[in-house]
C-alpha cells in the first residue's frame, strides 16, 4: 500500500493528504507542549481524547449552523476534515481574565469581564504568537474588513455554544483560542471553523471548585492531564464507556 503524504507536523497534530481532493487527515498525538515547545511531554491518551472532543464540538457547532471543516472521524486519532487555507491568526475569545490577559493587564486571574473580548494574535512560533490589532492584520494582508467581520461572528457564535455547553455540565468557558480557514466553493469564499476544539485550546475551570480541567493543568504542574481530559469527555458523555481512563475516576465531583 502507497505511505500516505504527509503535508505538516505540527505540535499535536499531523496533517496527511486525505482520500479526494480538498480533503486532509488530522492525526491527534499524544504531544503536549507548552510555553511556545520549551516545556514538552508526551501524556498517553491525549490525542484520542482530542479526537473525540474535538469530534464532539465541531459536530455540535455544525449541527446548529455555524460551519467547520470537520467531516468524520475516522478511528481513534485520526478523523477527516475539509482542506483549507488557515487565516494567519490565533483568534481568542475571553469570558474571565485568565493567562497573558491577566499578566499584560493585572487583572486578577477568575475575574468575570464585562463583556466577551476578542484578541487576535500573529500565528508564527518563532515570534510567540504575538498579539496584534486589527490596524496589523489590515495592514499586512492577513485578513480584510469582510473577513473579520466574519471572523468576529464565528469566534462570539463558537463562545456562545461553547459556554452554554460547557455550563450545563458544570464546566465555566474561561477562554479559548480557534482558528480560521477559508474555503472555494464554487466562485464564492467563506470562513470556517478550522484546527481542533479540545481542553489544549480552551480553559475550563469546574463552576464550584474553580479546579482547572485544561491545558493549564500540564503548564502549571497541576495533576494527570489526561485525568483532566476524561473528566470533559465524562460530563459531556463523550467516550463514557470503552475509555481506559474511566477506571481512574479521582476527579469525579
Ligand atoms: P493566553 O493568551 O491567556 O495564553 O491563552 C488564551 C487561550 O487561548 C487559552 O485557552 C489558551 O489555551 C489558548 N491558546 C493560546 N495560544 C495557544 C496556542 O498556541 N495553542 C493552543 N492550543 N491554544 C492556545
Redesign the pocket.
Known amino acids: 500500500m502507497a505511505r500516505r503524504k504527509k503535508i505538516y507536523e505540527g505540535k499535536a497534530k499531523i496533517l496527511y493528504e486525505g482520500p479526494e481532493p480538498g480533503t486532509i487527515v488530522q492525526y491527534f498525538k499524544d504531544d503536549a507542549t507548552a510555553f511556545n515547545a520549551q516545556k514538552k511531554d508526551v501524556i498517553e491518551g491525549k490525542g484520542v481524547l482530542n479526537n473525540r472532543l474535538s469530534e464532539f464540538f465541531m459536530t455540535g457547532l455544525n449541527n446548529v449552523g455555524v460551519p467547520t471543516h470537520f467531516i468524520k472521524r475516522l478511528n481513534m486519532r485520526e478523523q477527516l476534515v475539509r482542506a483549507v487555507e488557515i487565516i494567519p491568526l490565533?483568534i481568542?475569545v475571553r469570558n474571565y481574565a485568565?493567562?497573558?490577559?491577566s499578566k499584560r493587564l493585572g487583572i486578577e486571574e477568575g475575574t468575570a469581564l464585562p463583556r466577551p473580548i476578542v484578541e487576535y494574535?500573529y500565528k508564527d512560533d518563532k515570534l510567540g504568537?504575538p498579539l496584534v490589532t486589527e490596524e496589523h492584520i489590515a495592514a499586512f494582508g492577513w485578513a480584510s474588513q469582510q473577513d473579520m467581520d466574519d471572523i468576529l461572528a464565528l469566534a462570539l457564535r463558537v463562545n456562545d455554544y461553547l459556554s452554554g455547553l460547557m455550563y450545563g455540565v458544570g464546566i465555566k468557558l474561561v477562554?479559548?483560542?480557534i482558528e480560521i480557514g477559508r474555503v472555494y466553493d464554487g466562485d464564492y469564499q467563506r470562513l470556517i471553523v478550522a484546527d481542533e476544539i479540545s481542553p489544549?485550546?480552551?480553559?475550563l475551570w469546574d463552576l464550584e471548585t474553580g479546579q482547572k480541567l485544561?491545558?493549564d493543568v500540564f503548564r502549571q504542574d497541576l495533576g494527570n492531564l489526561a485525568d483532566a481530559y476524561t473528566e470533559v469527555a465524562r460530563r459531556l458523555g463523550v467516550m463514557p464507556k470503552q475509555s481506559t481512563h474511566m477506571a481512574k475516576p479521582k476527579l469525579i465531583n
Open positions: 490565533e481568542i485568565a493567562g497573558s490577559l494574535c504568537d477562554d479559548f483560542r489544549d485550546s480552551c480553559r485544561d491545558k
